[in-house]
């Protein structure tokens, strides 16, 4: 069993940087891959990027491609999104989630955390 917390949202604007953090609990937190995920108003839950279970493979969306740097620190249990050069459109509720599988579809994620907004304005 694993619990995530997310942290680290807010509004900034354009331009901005926030960095997210993904809190787990449970010993068995260095078995999963993590993925973030986003879904703004009305639309679906959008893949963001994938840290594998050793933090040595990442794969990202091409939407946030060279502004966003995922990285995990497994003796703190906890993953981090940095994002750079916000823009609106990265205007979401961003999740974390734990994954055994390598998987950018949400149905292949085991666990998810609440959510933290990120409001981006122009």
């Known amino acids: 069993q694993v619990q995530l917390v997310e942290s680290g949202g807010g509004s900034v604007q354009a331009g901005g940087s926030l960095r997210l953090s993904c809190a787990a609990s449970?010993?068995?937190?260095?078995?999963?891959?993590v993925g973030w995920f986003r879904q703004a108003p009305g639309l679906e839950r959008e893949f963001v990027v994938r840290?594998?279970?050793?933090?040595?493979?990442?794969l990202y969306a091409d939407s946030v491609k060279g502004r966003f740097t995922i990285s995990r620190d497994n003796a703190k249990n906890t993953v981090y999104l940095q994002m750079n050069s916000l823009k609106p459109e990265d205007t979401a509720l961003y999740y974390c989630a734990a994954s055994r599988v390598v998987a950018t579809t949400p149905r292949d994620y085991d666990y998810w955390g609440q959510g933290t907004q990120v409001t981006v304005s122009s």
């Open positions: 449970g010993r068995t937190f260095g078995n999963y891959g």
């Open positions: 840290i594998s279970r050793s933090g040595g493979t990442t």
